[in-house]
């Protein structure tokens, strides 16, 4: 008995990657990826709730006026801190009325080995790559979930959870944990309405990412690179757009490696 199937069945994917009346929380303040990122969501028709550190606080206000005060609006958060993740999430639901997105975008690097890497140095990696995504996405989740309407949540790793870098131990350990973490996520609030991926890319053209690849040593890494070349801020973006689209509606729990081709060889 052959089986019939109408071939023009089709999900309804909008390939402008439209995101018209949605909210979006981007951790991760004035940095590189998050601004990115911003940028790319309010061209979309989306509208940012940016959760920036208080070290940042100078320099928001421009950087808010310059996408657009009616598109964006900042607060102040430090992502490790639970009290202050609450108090962030629900003030970004009283001033924008919804919340759709999530990208946990904030991150910190130190490079020292693993001998010597001190346990003020390691509690903080943790708490910004690691802790800080679980608690925005818990808070976040509790109110989509409360919603109804689904929600989508993209956070950054790297290719450093997959492969191993030297003096990288305490960063690996943290984006290892957030791919982990992620995947558990995805499991959980799947069939809610909610999906959960992340994004791993290689060394990023950002202020961290130049800083930490400077010199010899960087030039050197972009020898391992099949692609010749580290990446731009807008890669990243780009990738962030599509999993925050109704294109990834059927992925969740994928890790998208953005690495130019480093982790395969």
Not at 185 to 197: C, F, P
Request: net charge negative; proline share 3%; hydrophobic share 50%.
């Amino acid at each position: 008995m052959s089986i019939q199937y109408d071939m023009s069945l089709r999900h309804g994917v909008d390939f402008d990657f439209r995101l018209d009346g949605k909210v979006a929380v981007v951790t991760g303040g004035l940095g590189g990826i998050a601004m990115a990122t911003n940028a790319a969501l309010i061209a979309k028709g989306a509208r940012v709730a940016i959760l920036y550190p208080a070290f940042e606080e100078p320099r928001v206000q421009a950087a808010v006026e310059e996408l657009g005060a009616a598109n964006a609006k900042a607060f102040a958060c430090d992502v490790a801190n639970e009290a202050d993740v609450e108090r962030a999430i629900k003030a970004a639901v009283q001033h924008f009325g919804d919340l759709h997105l999530l990208v946990n975008a904030a991150g910190c690097i130190t490079l020292t080995p693993a001998v010597d890497i001190g346990f003020d140095e390691w509690q903080k990696q943790i708490g910004v790559n690691l802790t800080g995504p679980f608690l925005c996405s818990k808070h976040f989740a509790r109110h989509v979930l409360a919603s109804g309407h689904g929600g989508k949540i993209v956070n950054i790793a790297s290719q450093a959870a997959t492969v191993a870098i030297d003096q990288h131990c305490a960063y690996t350990s943290a984006k290892a944990g957030l791919i982990g973490m992620t995947k558990v996520l995805a499991k959980e609030w799947a069939a809610r309405g909610i999906t959960v991926n992340t994004v791993s890319p290689t060394v990023v053209l950002t202020p961290m990412g130049a800083a930490a690849w400077d010199g010899e040593k960087g030039e050197n890494m972009k020898k391992l690179i099949p692609v010749g070349r580290f990446a731009y801020t807008d890669e990243i973006a780009a990738a962030i757009l599509f999993l925050l689209s109704n294109g990834a509606d059927m992925i969740t729990g994928a890790d998208i490696m953005i690495d130019g081709g480093y982790t395969i060889c």
